[in-house]
């Protein structure tokens, strides 16, 4: 394929003239224009739409960059913002960090290399650390294109955000196995270290208390949102013989994780603990593990995202918006689901 270092070659010209050309900027003469126009038009010349946005400085990709490619929520977030990449010509760029700040800094490197017009963007770890959440912060600022975060709170940002009543889920999830008789509950939480694992859990400690309940510590365990922690976890609850009466399980790995581990001990859902999980996961009602959960509108959230992304693009100064969505309970009639 021609390049245009080859078309510069034969037209007796430099490249910069040839790109002049191409993207119609700048001044040449008729004469030049001419000579390379029909060296263009005679070898079928055709410049990749990569090339061209990078010489204009522009692209139409969005990047999107999330902790967990593997985990079915962000699946169903991606799914949603590519719903509205498609419908307004976007392209998108996606790159997964697996909870890890140094490849989330890689990431948002590589997506200023691609010139990309905005990120969407789920932070890999909580940024607790002053240091850290101030160079993700000029990270993010030096981009110098609008940003939407999703999911994971950065303190202190004047971004557009798209967040989850965490507090409630949490809340929901136990009252509803307070509805159900359960006196002894407990939780396995999230990495601490994020916020909404922490909302979850202050949910979940306010609605016992608001019935009037103890808070066993021994029955709270940090499973980490990590199915092979709260496998192990669980499987060491079944084996010793002391563990609640229902479990508060904090996002969909955790359930998946949880469920494994009862497998492996020989149990069936509900046998001996009945639990709450927060997010559903559709693939298990396929197979009849149906269970009960607190949930949200993946997918909304993914296209909400990208709408905002969209209006920032469109008036970049406007006063920031935080959209919160609402929780969904997927309760049986008769309790939690056998």
Known sequence: ???????????????????????????????????????????????????????RRETNTIGVVVPELENAFFGEVLAGVAEIVDQNNYTMIVCNTGNNAEKEKAALEMMEQQRVKGVIL????????????????????????????????????????????????????AEHLIQQGKKVIGMITGDMDLKHARERYRGYVQAMEDHGLTVRKEYVYEGMYSPDITCEITKKMIWSGDFPEALVLSNNVTTLGFIKGLKECGQELNEQIAFVGIDHIPVLDMIGYQYD??????????????????????????????????CITKFSKGGTVL
């Not at 037209?11 to 993207?23: I, M, W």
């Not at 909400?304 to 100064?317: F, G, S, V």
């Open 1 to 55: 394929m021609m390049t245009i270092g080859q078309i510069a070659e034969m037209a007796g010209v430099s490249k910069s003239t040839v790109s002049r050309v191409l993207n119609h900027s700048g001044y040449v003469n008729e004469g030049t224009r001419s000579r390379v126009e029909k060296i263009i038009e005679d070898y079928h010349y055709s410049p990749s739409a990569t090339a061209q946005n990078l010489s």
């Open 122 to 173: 789920t932070p890999a770890i909580g940024y607790s650390d002053a240091e850290a959440a101030k160079s993700i912060r000029i990270q993010l600022k030096n981009l110098k294109i609008p940003v939407v975060i999703v999911d994971r709170e950065i303190k202190d940002v004047p971004w557009d955000g798209v967040f989850y009543e965490n507090f409630e889920s949490g809340y929901l999830a």
């Open 293 to 326: 959960c607190v949930t949200r509108d993946m997918k909304g959230m993914g296209r909400t995202a990208m709408e905002l992304l969209i209006d920032r693009l469109e008036n970049p100064k406007r006063e920031r918006k935080i959209y919160m969505i609402s």
